[in-house]
């Protein structure tokens, strides 16, 4: 009768179950309804990395709470191909940096027929400080800017040094193998497994508590992710032919 009598008069009623939170930086906003939470997902107020939590529960970001709808949003997140491409581009742009670097500082290394080979493993374990130092300072690197990718952390922020290590460790091991022949293969395909049909999310991105988000699929976004894959293969079959 109390409850139906503040309801008449105005006063919104939320039980303990139905009370969300959620906040940026550090100011909280709630409790709000997931009826209530849903609509400010629609009206774009409430993002997919926006920090949510229940009553009771630890804070997380929201799209992992089940009872949060995003629309389209197993087509958003699970990219693997432009993920694949954007880190494809960066690689492309360190590998042009160490080029030039080895251009200005000869060794014996580098005017051999083991140029190519050192320069490919120069290239990949040069990526993992290199894109965590990225992800801590932007959030982002180059390939993943332009085919818009954003890694942000549970609470919404760009990662911590620490938490963009351990995903560049993780991905240089679980996603590329290391880059040893065969078994690359073996772990991109997995990587793709989970991430697309499994978990809908990587390993490297679970462990490290990273959330990835996706710009919104447009004409010319789709532009890009085809132009990057294309210069992608080009400059791979290049490295093939004799010079």
Known sequence: MIKRDLKYMGVRMVQDDEKWFYKYGV???GPFTTEEMNNLIQKGELKRVT???RIGQEWNAAESFKELHFKNLANNVARPWTRYWARGLDMLI???LLGILMNILPTIFFNTRFEGLFLGIMTLMLSIPFEACLLKLWGTTPGKWILGIRIRDLEGQKPKFSKALQRSVLVWWRGQGAGLPIVSLIFHLRGYQQLKYDLGKTTWDRD????VSHRSKSWWGELLVWLAATLII???IKSFLPN
Do not use: D, T
């Not at 490290?208 to 959330?211: A, K, P, Q, R």
């Open 208 to 211: 490290s508590e990273i959330v």
């Open 234 to 236: 080009y400059f791979r």
């Open 27 to 29: 100011q909280e906003n």
């Open 94 to 96: 360190l590998a042009f």
């Open 51 to 53: 920090s949510v939590k």
